[in-house]
């Protein structure tokens, strides 16, 4: 083994940073052992230099990020500071001055990760980020490394805790939406801003993230369709119990049918009670990877938390100190497929969609009138009524999104359709 | 790129080598752009030269593999023959004359796996075999390089694809073991001869595999305790359900309380249906990881058949590939941890057992005094009878596998006991 030590940069030491330096200082003897040198905690720069950090040398404690990043001896930064700024300027900086670079920042690899990766390469350092997506899951290594011979179809995946934790509730208690959300705070589930999370903003920095791994391709956050889920309802769980179905907060990655483009959303879904997807529970994600050899695999565990983050950084760490030994680089971006990103109207899926008509006779037949001049083949229609009052249950066979859009916009003008009460997209079958 | 390409030869063509050999011409162009060079079959050593093999050039057929490993010009050797010989001497014999390895060949690496690392680093060449256990579900590149800054306290997996069919068909429908075993010959999923899976042979290779990698420790098949399935009956399904349990056929790696020393297992064993194991269905196989730091995740997929394999073997041939380009090797055996392996013995579990006992007063109190006698704390009973013929069923809390059999022991020599209709595990809670 090596005896001089591998030195570390921590930015960042929060719930997440400040278990990766109590791992690294209580595992140390393993960690070496695994890289095959020591590792030292060499510093860490933090917002707030007079808070007690239990375990961690004051001596190490800095609020000057980047001189830390510049010292030249420092082997790998890990940054677990998120955001955009200065996040990015201390990775590059860090490339620029020799050391390799593990990050869980979904964010800023969302939004910027080909120019951080580009950085990277021309320094010859590693940029990785298992942390970003699905928390300690292994997702980002499997779809790079181990589904590296293989084609990746589509991936189908819970990848927000806070989220998951309110539709779970929602589901089981039958509580709305504000009752489960406020429960989430109460619980530590959900941040005070709870927006990053229910608006998706959170799950669509994620699908950016694997849906660039899973296809080879550059996918910009900007490219993802988003839609969150505080507009779910109790009814909604209620139509879906009748569908034999619950809802989801999903992110969906998808190569066309032809193969020549892809796709990737965050929004609302009903899935079937069968598929193993339903029954993830509270705060956990699972990722669902459909590919043309392999088939079906599904990922699943904790998406967030301090020591479920710190073990993804930590294997990241380890990889990148080997790699640093070893004289080598771990595989970095690959995009040579360069596909198409379609948007939002291309994409095919099934739609449950609630009405509220008037209740008179031949207001069916003028719905499906609509829905057959879009092209779009019903399903199922279930009709029910009171009181003058009627409600359409319609579920669609498999349409794009634009022809389902164009039916909504014409129902709406319809003076026998009061309003659309939802639509939910139906995913996973 | 680099344009010269990269030679692989295989080693057997049969379901998952035509595999390999079909994805790797259909599959190309895009593997030559994630490995950053072109791979080009090279040979191709099988039995039978005659049999026609679709998209394979005969010229590139062989019957000597050994001179095919010899060549020199060979890049990485992909074997998929299986067994002991002539596998093992043909993959010392390539790290030798300057190839690394990639193979799906579980019952070697489980049985020479120490051996064969030392001859891969030796020539300083990469052995690799995540196809050797669950098929196409990343498990061992996650364990090894994911969890690299983890350490795992237990791995706990179904990992053999006909057992779970059987096990699963006899739930479903009630049938007895022969009944279900014979469905699953005659749809394919059962060998004509059955006895490597049905005996836990299979999945006590996979076992010690991810025992060693998990616990950075030498585990040998002969360290791990194998219980075949072809006792449980449909009276167990009957007792299980009345627990609110299935049954499956588990490999349990076990780091023991106190972290000194560690269990490998493979048996069948009641698991609750509220466990995600529990509903893994037909001939998929899923693996359960509890982390120190990551806490409990699960990996779910095909375990087994041609192209899910063929994905895996792929995944690490783009893997080595990418290394020999770099002049870097992957990270080889660890086995740094030395710990010893426990006997089933140490092992500690809870036990479901039922009794055919007289129906008598006093049966309950004398088997209670035994199983007291012996340190085995009882859990719940219940008793029922009929016709002066009784049976008694005894679920323990947690104790060593070695008390329980201390304590079955002695209750086979109790006047009033008949007969001891079936101990079981209770695993998973």
Redesign the interface.
């Known amino acids: 083994m090596r005896t001089r030590p591998l030195k570390v940069a921590l930015l960042g030491c929060g719930v997440v940073g400040s278990?990766v330096a109590r791992?690294m200082t209580t595992?140390a003897a393993?960690?070496a052992?695994?890289i095959g040198a020591p590792v030292e905690l060499a510093g860490v720069a933090v917002r707030r230099p007079d808070k007690v950090r239990e375990g961690i040398d004051p001596a190490l404690v800095t609020t000057d990020a980047t001189a830390l990043v510049k010292r030249g001896d420092i082997d790998v930064v890990v940054e677990v500071i998120g955001g955009i700024e200065p996040a990015r300027t201390l990775i590059t900086t860090a490339f620029a001055h020799g050391a390799s670079v593990v990050s869980a920042n979904k964010a800023l690899i969302a939004q910027d990760g080909a120019a951080l990766h580009a950085a990277a390469d021309e320094h010859s350092k590693d940029l990785y980020y298992?942390a970003a997506v699905a928390g300690?899951?292994?997702l980002i290594?499997?779809l790079r490394?181990?589904?590296?011979?293989?084609?990746v179809n589509r991936v189908l995946g819970i990848v927000n805790g806070t989220t998951n934790f309110i539709l779970d509730a929602m589901d089981t208690t039958g509580a709305g939406y504000q009752e489960a959300l406020d429960e989430a705070t109460a619980l530590g589930y959900a941040e005070a801003d709870p927006t990053a999370d229910v608006e998706g903003f959170d799950a669509a920095a994620k699908a950016a993230i694997l849906a660039g791994i899973a296809f080879?391709t550059r996918v910009r956050l900007d490219d993802v369709y988003r839609e969150g889920m505080t507009e779910v309802t109790a009814a909604d769980f209620a139509s879906a119990k009748e569908m034999g179905c619950t809802i989801k907060l999903l992110a969906i990655c998808e190569r066309a049918a032809d193969g020549g483009s892809v796709t990737a959303r965050v929004h609302p879904a009903m899935i079937p009670l069968s598929h193993?997807l339903a029954?993830v529970r509270e705060a956990y994600n699972a990722v669902f990877v459909e590919?043309?050899?392999?088939?079906?695999?599904?990922?699943?565990?904790?998406g967030a938390?301090g020591?479920?983050t710190?073990?993804?950084?930590?294997?990241?760490?380890?990889?990148v100190c080997?790699?640093r030994i070893?004289?080598?680089?771990g595989?970095g971006e690959?995009a040579?497929?360069a596909l198409p990103v379609s948007p939002m109207g291309d994409v095919v899926t099934r739609y449950h969609i609630s009405l509220d008509v008037a209740d008179k006779p031949g207001v069916l037949a003028q719905v499906a009138t609509v829905f057959a001049e879009h092209g779009v083949s019903i399903d199922t229609v279930r009709q029910s009524g009171k009181d003058g009052e009627a409600s359409l249950v319609v579920v669609t066979h498999r349409a794009s999104d634009a022809a389902l859009g164009g039916t909504v916009e014409a129902l709406r003008k319809l003076d026998t359709v009061r309003g659309v009460a939802s639509i939910m997209r139906v995913e996973g079958e």
């Open positions: 278990e791992i595992h393993d960690l052992a695994r298992e300690a899951i292994p290594r499997p490394e181990s589904l590296a011979g293989d084609k080879h193993p029954n590919s043309e050899a392999a088939g079906q695999l599904m990922f699943y565990g904790p938390g020591s479920p710190a073990s993804a950084v930590l294997g990241d760490l380890v990889a080997r790699n070893g004289g080598a680089t595989p690959s040579y497929a």
